[in-house]
């Protein structure tokens, strides 16, 4: 087999692969996968021509995806979807745990006050859009259980309770990690001789199956841990939430800091 061939096979595999398990367990069958995967190709290269500054026809979508001319033309006149963005309400909720306004001396997100056309918590929705309403943003936060009304005010609850249990955030999260995760790898691959992302994994085979939940509860500790640090630091550059004003007049740019674990029994005990 030729080696270009075989390392582009590889390539394919890895990220497949995963997607493959998830598809199977949540029943999405192969006819379905191909559509999704025929309109992402359309869209992808699409992208890459605007990129490029390039012309845009069906004949280099074709030659660029595979994709059959008739295909294209249908997948180029459908609507386009709305984007995967991270949503208002997990803005809301960053804006909450970052800015100092919305925070304890600690540093820690504080009780707000959410009645009346004066609130704290509207001038929070405020901030991160003039065009939310307030009641309607608590209302949703109140139904995922992201906030608790209590005597003293609205307290923001943990966030990892609102994922686990909206299957459409989930994905949403999902899909921006995927991507990120492949943007990572491909900026990587092309910085041969520069400074490189963070893109790292550490991986144990035998560790006894007995201390799983263990090593589960610290990592996610550790793992919280460096993620406020990280939120902490890159909200200094935020223009939105650095609280000395950011006199800078390049473009905007997006930093993404992911991180996650995993463990399975690859060897049951046999009695």
């Known amino acids: 087999m030729d080696k270009q061939y075989a390392d582009r096979s590889k390539m394919l595999q890895a990220m497949i692969r995963p997607l493959a398990r998830l598809c199977v367990r949540f029943s999405i069958a ?82 707000l006050s959410y009645k009346g056309e004066n609130s704290e918590f509207r001038r929070l929705v405020d901030m991160v859009s003039k065009d939310t309403n307030a009641p309607a943003m608590l209302f949703e936060m109140k139904r995922i259980g992201a906030v608790e009304e209590t005597s003293r005010g609205l307290k923001l609850l943990t966030t990892e309770s609102v994922l686990r249990n909206i299957p459409e955030r989930s994905l949403n999260l999902l899909y921006r990690n995927v991507d990120s995760l492949v943007r990572a790898a491909e900026e990587n691959l092309t910085r041969e001789n520069e400074e490189r992302y963070y893109y790292l994994r550490t991986e144990f085979d035998n560790i006894p199956s007995s201390k799983i939940e263990h090593i589960r509860a610290w990592l996610l500790e550790k793992g919280k841990e460096f993620h406020k640090e990280a939120r902490s630091y890159l909200a200094g550059f935020d223009r939105d939430l650095s609280v000395e004003p950011i006199e800078d007049g390049s473009g905007r740019a997006k930093v993404v800091v992911g991180g996650y674990s995993a463990a399975e029994v690859i060897e049951e005990v046999s009695h």
């Not at 995967?37 to 021509?49: C, F, T």
């Not at 033309?73 to 100092?100: G, T």
């Open 30 to 111: 192969l006819p379905e996968i191909l559509e999704e995967l025929k309109r992402e190709l359309v869209r992808a290269a699409h992208d890459e021509l605007r990129e490029q500054d390039s012309k845009i026809t069906v004949s280099k979508l074709n030659a660029m995806t595979g994709v059959t001319r008739r295909e294209i033309n249908r997948i180029s006149e459908e609507d386009e979807p709305s984007e995967m963005k991270q949503s208002l309400l997990a803005r809301v909720i960053n804006r909450w745990q970052q800015n100092e306004q919305f925070l304890t001396r600690a540093g820690k997100p504080k009780l």
